[in-house]
Every structure is written in structure tokens, then in C-alpha cells.
């Protein structure tokens, strides 16, 4: 048996636009990303998912991304170190507020689209993200991508780091993940996914796009908020991953795994 977390990306409805179903995914996830109001998500609305949270005892993380509202957050953009780190501060104080008021607390930072993948492999920005977290609140875990550079340099730093797998991504043979302008780095198949991630606890591994084997150390499993079959991904998930003898849990109580 193996404790493994399952998050999903949350609060990035805006006004009037609405973004995946909040309640729902709180009932089958174990930790929610947060949005922090950069890449998607007001007020209003954050607060309502982290009171939503609060009532089910579901952890928190703070989600931030890139000042990119209009790109959701997913284009690849070079702000200064300066700007970088004080874009993170913001929005990390700006959840911990929020949080403090809706009755619960932000434990863990994992970052958005763009700004978690380029991190992932960016010396100079990931220092930025890791010294911003730091200056705030150096107990804050941070999820990565499993595999990355990232982690490594982020523990020499002194921080508690997650390695994270991906349920509804495609994964190169290397363990990287494919690019959303490929065809087929998206998946939907609750059925599939559930199976891959199956594999992936048990064996430590998930079928890359060429059908090779990709080594992937995590112990937080991720399914993305905004696609249109994430509640049934994430409930199927957890579905097979139960009946198989595993439970879920917020990475904070896992453990090393």
C-alpha cells in the first residue's frame, strides 16, 4: 500500500466566467491548488473555494502563476528577478489572508502553467520563485515536477519539495511532459488515466507517448481543474487507486513514499 495526495487546480473562475466545478473536485481531491488572482481567479470566488475546502478538511496550496490573466497563464514570458519575487510574495500574502479568513491556512506553494514548467528547468527564475517563498514563509512545501532540476536546487535551498506526477498529461520517455501544442499531450479517458496512474503508484513509472516506460517520483498525483472531464478523471482515479489498496491523503500526513 502506498499514500499518495491528489490535487487539482481551483478557484480560477473570474466574475462571471466560471472555471471547472470547485465543489465537486473538493469531494474526491486531498489538497487544492488555490489560484492566487494572477493567472485566473478573483476574490470572491477564492474565497469561496477555500471555505468550501475549510469544511472538508482538504489542504491548501497557493497556486501562482505569471501576471497573465488573458493567457491563462500559460505563455512563457522573462520578468526580472525582481518582479518575479514580488509577484510570488503578492500572491502567496494575498491567499494566506484569505485563507486566514475562510478558517484554514496555505501549507504548500505549487506554481502555475508556464511559470511551473519553465522553472522546472530554469535556474535563474526557480531561485527567484524559491527565495520569494522563503522570504514569506520558509515551512511552505513546494511541488514540482517530478524528475526536474528544480527539486534539487530547491532542497539545497532549505525547502521541503513534492515531486509531482500528472494524471491527464502525456509524458515524453525522459519523464518530461508533452507540450499542449502536440497532439495528444491532453488526456481525457477517466478509464485510461485511472489505469495509467494505477501503474504509476505500483510501479513507479507512466507509458510515455512512444509507449516506452517513464520513471516518475511523486507522491502527489495532479488533475487539472479546467478540463471538461476532471471530476470524472480525478473521481476514477481515486476509485481504482482505493480499491487497489491505496489511500489518499494530503502529502503534508504521507509521508516519504
Known amino acids: 500500500m502506498r499514500v499518495i495526495d491528489l490535487n487539482s487546480d481551483l478557484g480560477e473562475s473570474f466574475g462571471a466566467w466560471t472555471m471547472g466545478d470547485d465543489s465537486a473536485m473538493l469531494d474526491i481531491v486531498s489538497s487544492a491548488n488555490v489560484a492566487c488572482g494572477f493567472h485566473a481567479g478573483d476574490p470572491v470566488g477564492i474565497l469561496r473555494t477555500l471555505k468550501a475546502a475549510a469544511a472538508r478538511g482538504v489542504t491548501v496550496g ?30 502567496i500574502g494575498a491567499l494566506k489572508g484569505l485563507a486566514a479568513a475562510a478558517g484554514t491556512q496555505v501549507t504548500y506553494v ?25 522570504a514569506v514563509d520558509p515551512s511552505l512545501v513546494l511541488v514540482a515536477l517530478a524528475g526536474s532540476p528544480l527539486i534539487a536546487q530547491a532542497r ?18 525522459d519523464g518530461k511532459l508533452v507540450s499542449r501544442r502536440e497532439a495528444g499531450a491532453v488526456l481525457h479517458d477517466p478509464e485510461l488515466v485511472a489505469r495509467r496512474m494505477l501503474q504509476f503508484v505500483t510501479e513507479g ?13 511523486a507522491r502527489s498525483i495532479c488533475v487539472h481543474g479546467d478540463s471538461p472531464d476532471a ?15 491505496h489511500r489518499i491523503a494530503p502529502f503534508a500526513a504521507a509521508g516519504k513514499a
Open 62 to 91: 497557493a497556486h501562482v502563476g505569471y501576471r497573465d490573466l488573458a493567457g491563462f497563464g500559460r505563455r512563457n514570458m522573462d520578468p526580472s528577478s525582481e518582479e518575479l519575487t514580488g509577484d510570488v510574495i503578492y500572491q
Open 110 to 134: 505549487k506554481p502555475h502553467g508556464a511559470l511551473y514548467n519553465t522553472i522546472a528547468f530554469d535556474a535563474r527564475q526557480a531561485a527567484d520563485v524559491i527565495h520569494a517563498i522563503k
Open 156 to 173: 539545497a535551498a532549505g525547502l521541503d519539495v513534492v515531486g509531482e506526477a500528472f494524471a491527464d498529461r502525456a509524458y515524453k520517455p
Open 205 to 217: 513509472t507512466v507509458e510515455a507517448i512512444d509507449g516506452s516506460l517513464a520513471p516518475v517520483d
Open 231 to 245: 471530476v470524472a478523471m480525478a473521481r476514477r482515479v481515486r476509485e481504482v487507486l482505493e480499491a487497489a489498496g
